[in-house]
């Protein structure tokens, strides 16, 4: 079958819920999630954090993500049997102003999945209506919203129905069994997108970007529960970190413990000086560093804790500058919030005594304080490279991890709805394992 006879077999029937929600309307393409970029204009936590809010309310992961994921499967499924979607050359560049043949596939493209109103899929002219599709398809595959199309956009154009169809499923599959209660507000971390979401009442009402793991030390999945904020932390290295990383330093650079404001602490708390140490040893240290609090600390001002298997927590940084990159998995695990105390303020709302005001007030002291939460917080770090808002937009985000390309048994849970999924048409493309899950702890 050829690609014009598909896109007009497609445009003519329903495929369940909407894909990119087009439909022309200005309103529908607000409600792609935010991109993951770097904009100059963005230059501050609190313009990154409204910005990157402004583009919409939808949470990531609520109630229904997992009944709309099933919905999304079904509706690619559909998709990838009445063959997908037209490619554009792999040497492509589009931009507003440009016309010919590979604008005519663009317009296409773009209709298929609904970023671009049907209407509007015939021609070959790269018009305002077109960038603004653009725009709407780049939003909601995090990346930034120029309306041309440059290499990242065309990778993201050109990948196949059948890789989409593989994120959406692995995505659900790591929903399964998840054992998270969704409170009246709770806190979201969704590491493939590199953001965090504060939800109260179903709406978003702080996002902001944030670092996570490396793709060699990855951020786990997990469910918790937020205690307390910690202002003015202090940081106590990992073993690891203390073996691989500080030990080798001090060896080169005497003075390193004192410039890094880092003391060596023994049994019962005690503090050992440095100087009585055999540095050249190789056995495992019987010791702790702990750097004291201050800008230098690796957690910056502000830790937000929240007890869990993997040890790991959100915390600010002394590094803000990369809060500014695309490419925001460089931590040792943990998560670094852009713009934290405001997201401080935000958890501490029904405690009282601790709004921004004072919590800025308290961290100016250099005191090391402790506040408990009159109420613990629901908190969530899921690994979605896929998934559905509530308003019908389907999300895709890079797999930096390698998570969805796993294979494995599905949990019984699984093996139900890929059933259930099938007999309404469905054909499973793969078979996805649990994720192991790392415990690795962040450092500078």
Known sequence: MCKATTFAILLSIGIGPAFGQAAGSAASRQSASPPVSGSAKVSTPDSRSAAILATSSEPTFDEGTYT????ALLSYSSLEVRGGWPTLPVDVKLSPGSTGPEVAILRQRLAITEDLAADGAQGDTYDEILVEAVKHFQLRHGLEATGSIGPQTLAALNAPVKRRLQQLQASLERLVGMDFRFGQRYVLVNIPAAYT?????????????VIVG???????????????????????????????????????????????????IGANDGEIDPNSMDWSASRSPNFSVRQDSGPWNALGFVKIDMPNPYSVY?????????????????SHGCTRVDNVRDLAAWILEDTPGWDRAQIDAEIATGRRTDVRLTRKMPVVWVYLTGWVTRDGTVQFRDD????????????????????????????????????????NLDSR
Request: zero cysteines.
């Open 68 to 71: 709309r994921l099933k919905d």
């Open 197 to 209: 979401e504060a939800v109260a009442n179903d709406k978003v009402e702080r996002r902001y970007r």
């Open 214 to 264: 490396k793709a060699d030390k990855p951020s786990p999945t997990l469910t918790a529960m937020i205690t307390s904020v910690n202002l003015n932390p202090t940081w106590t290295a990992p073993l690891s970190i203390t073996k691989n990383e500080i030990i080798p330093k001090i060896r080169s650079d005497p003075n390193y413990l004192a410039r890094m404001h880092m003391r060596i």
């Open 314 to 330: 959100m915390h600010d940084t002394n590094v803000r500058n990369l809060f500014t990159a695309n490419y925001r998995f460089l």
């Open 400 to 439: 930096v991890y390698d998570h969805d390309n796993d294979p494995i048994t599905p949990a019984p849970e699984a093996s139900q709805l890929i059933a259930a999924a099938g007999a309404n048409g469905f054909v499973r493309p793969r078979e996805t394992r649990e994720i192991t899950q790392v415990s």
